[in-house]
C-alpha cells in the first residue's frame, strides 16, 4: 500500500485477553516505531526497529508488552493478560531511513479498549 | 521538566486568524516535525526542519537551533484547520529516537 496500515482499527478486549496489533510500514522503510497515546495525550514511545533488530524497548510499560518485526517488514505488537489501563491508541510509524532527519509516516492507529 | 513542551495547550480563534504555536525542547536534536492529528484520525506530517524556515501553503514552520525553539503558524486559518498539532523531535543519539510534545489543540470557528 502507499501508506503505513495499521489493523485491527479498533479493538475491544477483556481484561486478562492476549491482543495482537499489526502494522504493515511503507516498503522499504528501515525504521519503525510503536507509540502509545492515552486520550487527550502525546504519543508516548513504546519500541523502535530498524529493519528486524529491536534497536530500543525502553518505553515498553511491562513485561506483558512484546513487540517483533521478524522479516523487517510488518511488525506485531502484543499485549498478553491486558489490563484497562492498556486502554489507549497504539500508533505505528515508519521512516525510510535511519538516520537523523528521517520523516516519520504514521498508520490511523489501533483504538484498545479494554473492558 | 518535559523535554519537548508547547504552548498554548488549547487554542480557539476566529476563522481568518493569525496562528502561531510554540515548541521548545531541552535536548539535542538532529531533527524537529510538526504533526497534524484530527480527531479520531491519525497523524500526518505536516514539515521537518532541521533549520530555517519551511512553508507549504498557508502553514510556516521556523526553528531557532541556538534557542531550542520552534514556531508553526497558520496563516488565514479555517475552520478545516481544527486539529491537535503536535511538536516532536528526533534526537542526536545513535538510532532514531523521537520525542513528543503533549500537543496544542486548535479550533477555528466560522
Known amino acids: 500500500g502507499a501508506g503505513v496500515s495499521q489493523s485491527p482499527r479498533y479493538k475491544v478486549a477483556k481484561r486478562g485477553q492476549d491482543v495482537a496489533l499489526r502494522c504493515d510500514p511503507i516498503s522499504g522503510h528501515v525504521s519503525l516505531f510503536w507509540y502509545q497515546q492515552a486520550l487527550g495525550q502525546g504519543p508516548e514511545f513504546l519500541t523502535y526497529f530498524q529493519n528486524e533488530a529491536q534497536l530500543d524497548k525502553s518505553g515498553l510499560p511491562s513485561d506483558r508488552f512484546f513487540a517483533e518485526r521478524p522479516e523487517g517488514s510488518v511488525s506485531t505488537l502484543k499485549i498478553q493478560r491486558t489490563q484497562q489501563e492498556d486502554s489507549a491508541v497504539y500508533l505505528c510509524?515508519?521512516?525510510?531511513?535511519?538516520?537523523?532527519?528521517?520523516?516519520?509516516?504514521f498508520g490511523e492507529g489501533s483504538r484498545l479498549t479494554v473492558l | 521538566k518535559n523535554e519537548v513542551e508547547q504552548s498554548p495547550q488549547n487554542l480557539t480563534a476566529q476563522e481568518g486568524e493569525f496562528i502561531t504555536i510554540n515548541c521548545s525542547y531541552s535536548?539535542?536534536?538532529?531533527?524537529l516535525h510538526w504533526l497534524q492529528q484530527h480527531p479520531g484520525g491519525g497523524i500526518v506530517s505536516l514539515f521537518m526542519?532541521?533549520?530555517g524556515k519551511k512553508k507549504h501553503g498557508r502553514l510556516i514552520a521556523t526553528i531557532n537551533i541556538q534557542e531550542k525553539h520552534s514556531s508553526l503558524h497558520i496563516t488565514a486559518s479555517h475552520p478545516r484547520d481544527s486539529a491537535v498539532y503536535i511538536c516532536?523531535?528526533?534526537?542526536?543519539?545513535?538510532?532514531?529516537?523521537?520525542?513528543f510534545g503533549p500537543g496544542t489543540s486548535l479550533s477555528v470557528i466560522p
Open positions: 516532536a523531535v528526533s534526537l542526536k543519539t545513535s538510532y532514531d529516537t523521537v520525542i
Open positions: 526542519l532541521s533549520s
Open positions: 510509524a515508519s521512516s525510510l531511513v535511519t538516520g537523523f532527519t528521517g520523516e516519520l509516516f
Open positions: 535536548v539535542g536534536i538532529s531533527a
